[in-house]
């Protein structure tokens, strides 16, 4: 069992920047990749970023290539979502989440355990 906790979100204006945290507990952290996803009103769960087990690969999805950066610290068994230049189409709550896998691969799938989710709100 993989407990997250995910914080950092927000009220921020267009082009301003947010840091979010995924804070693990339970089975080892460096055991599992991990991605973050977020959902906007009315729309699916889409995924953003994934960083694999070791952090030493990450993936993005196109709509925040260049503008998000995510990344892990096995020390604090914790990851982030650097979130720069931030426009009002990336409001929507943020998940962290884990799976049993080594890889980033960009995918929904197999994502065993999610956080809570984080709302991100960006004023145009």
Same mark, same amino acid.
């Given at each position: 069992?993989?407990?997250?906790?995910?914080?950092? #979100? #927000?009220?921020?204006?267009?082009?301003?920047?947010? +840091?979010?945290?995924?804070?693990?507990?339970?089975?080892?952290?460096?055991?599992?990749? &991990?991605?973050?996803?977020?959902?906007?009103?009315?729309?699916? +769960?889409?995924?953003?970023? =994934?960083?694999? +087990?070791?952090?030493?690969?990450?993936?993005?999805?196109?709509?925040?290539?260049?503008?998000?950066?995510?990344? +892990?610290?096995?020390?604090?068994?914790?990851? /982030?979502?650097? &979130?720069?230049?931030?426009? =009002?189409?990336?409001?929507?709550?943020? /998940?962290? =989440? =884990?799976?049993?896998?080594?890889?980033?691969?960009?995918?929904?799938?197999?994502?065993?355990?999610?956080? @809570?989710?984080? @709302?991100?709100?960006?004023?145009?």
């Amino acid at each position: 069992q993989v407990q997250l906790v995910e914080s950092g #979100g #927000g009220l921020v204006q267009a082009g301003g920047s947010l +840091r979010l945290s995924c804070a693990a507990s339970g089975r080892t952290f460096s055991w599992y990749a &991990m991605g973050w996803f977020r959902q906007a009103p009315g729309k699916e +769960r889409e995924i953003v970023a =994934a960083i694999s +087990r070791s952090g030493g690969n990450t993936n993005y999805a196109e709509s925040v290539k260049g503008r998000f950066t995510i990344s +892990r610290d096995s020390a604090k068994n914790t990851v /982030y979502l650097q &979130m720069n230049s931030l426009k =009002a189409e990336d409001t929507a709550v943020y /998940y962290c =989440a =884990a799976r049993f896998e080594y890889d980033a691969t960009l995918t929904r799938y197999d994502y065993k355990y999610w956080g @809570q989710g984080t @709302q991100v709100t960006v004023s145009s």
